[in-house]
């Protein structure tokens, strides 16, 4: 069983940048490949990125690549989401979730899920 708790949510004005941090529980964080995903109330949840269980890889949605970069502290149990030229449709609840198999950008192949942390970029 793995417990994570997303942090690092706030307000924040277009152009700015927040990071966003997901801490897990238990000891094997390290085995896990962990993804950012994002929601909408009224939409559909969104992938926005993941990372491989060493961090050596990574991958991004379109539509923030280039802007988020994602990373992992093994040795903390934490990864990390640092958001930076936010945009208004950036706001979301940003979940992070934890896989022991797959490294994907679909909600379903992942095991466990955080609780969210508001993110809202004003214009």
């Known amino acids: 069983q793995v417990q994570l708790v997303e942090s690092g949510g706030g307000l924040v004005q277009a152009g700015g940048s927040l990071r966003l941090s997901c801490t897990a529980s238990g000891r094997t964080f390290s085995s896990y490949n962990m993804g950012w995903f994002r929601q909408v109330p009224g939409k559909e949840r969104e992938f926005v990125s993941a990372?491989?269980?060493?961090?050596?890889?990574?991958f991004y949605a379109d539509s923030v690549k280039g802007r988020f970069t994602i990373s992992r502290d093994n040795a903390k149990n934490t990864v990390y989401l640092q958001m930076n030229s936010l945009k208004p449709e950036d706001t979301a609840v940003y979940y992070c979730?934890?896989?022991?198999?797959?490294?994907?950008?679909?909600?379903?192949?992942?095991?466990?899920w955080g609780q969210g942390t508001q993110v809202t970029v004003s214009s």
């Open positions: 979730a934890a896989s022991r198999v797959r490294l994907g950008k679909y909600g379903y192949e992942y095991d466990y």
């Open positions: 990372i491989s269980w060493s961090g050596a890889r990574t």
